[in-house]
């Protein structure tokens, strides 16, 4: 199957500083590409839809100032988490899908750790 | 709103033996997709089966299979000859349209 790559695969940062994650599709051209975050033993929680070349849709109360989702190209797409806080501190893990595709194929995720 | 409900927090079933986890969920799209991911510990996602809800036929890969109910908003998942390596938290999904929605998940265990 389709493959898609995160980095980093964890990050510790302190409180006030910016994080950014990539997402790559590393075999095929991923239009649209969604990140989630995932709290333990919780479910995913869909933040964010990219189209490339497009503005992410954001669902309701998830701030796009703070999580700012940019899909450059059809195989990269970057959240970066500003000013981040320790309750940001999450596993984020982000998915792609191919043009006309109907399966989602996911990263392996990222853990990010604020302090 | 379109959701979806996985009744289920734990459950356990003996190696070798079958186990049915349970999903139902909530819409008035006629036409949508269905998934049952594993994640293990690494908390990599797995699709483990689709279904299109157009598809009357129920999907089976190996030794998992789903029953598809469409009228009633259910899609269960069988587990057939358990093996140690099926322990992991399995999330129902479900794609009316763009975006894809997650059950609470079920983490199974698979005793020896």
């Known amino acids: 199957g389709a493959v898609v790559s995160q980095h980093p695969s964890w990050v510790i940062c302190k409180s006030g500083t910016s994080v950014k994650i990539e997402c790559r599709s590393l075999?095929?051209?991923?239009?649209?590409m969604f990140w989630y975050r995932q709290f333990p033993k919780q479910s995913l929680m869909l933040m964010a839809t990219s189209n490339e070349g497009s503005k992410a849709t954001y669902e309701q109360g998830v701030e796009k100032d703070k999580f700012l989702i940019n899909h450059a190209s059809l195989t990269l797409s970057t959240l970066t988490v500003t000013s981040a806080h320790p309750e940001d501190s999450s596993f984020y893990i982000c998915?792609?899908?191919?043009?006309?595709?109907?399966?989602?194929?996911f990263g392996p995720g990222t853990r990010l750790t604020v302090l | 709103a379109q959701t979806v409900t996985q009744s289920q927090p734990e459950m356990s079933v003996q190696e070798a033996e079958t186990v049915t986890l349970s999903c139902t969920y909530d819409?008035?799209?006629?036409?949508?997709?269905l998934f049952w991911y594993k994640q293990p510990p690494s908390r990599q996602m797995i699709l483990v089966i689709r279904?299109?809800?157009?598809?009357?036929q129920n999907a089976t890969e190996n030794r998992f299979s789903v029953n598809f109910q469409k009228a009633a908003k259910s899609f269960s998942l069988k587990i057939s000859d358990s093996q140690l390596g099926d322990t992991a938290m399995y999330f129902c999904a479900f794609m009316p349209d763009n975006d894809m929605r997650f059950g609470a998940g079920t983490r199974l265990t698979v005793k020896p």
């Open positions: 279904q299109e809800a157009y598809k009357q």
């Open positions: 075999d095929f051209q991923a239009t649209t």
């Open positions: 998915s792609a899908r191919g043009l006309g595709g109907s399966e989602q194929f």
């Open positions: 819409t008035s799209e006629n036409n949508y997709y």
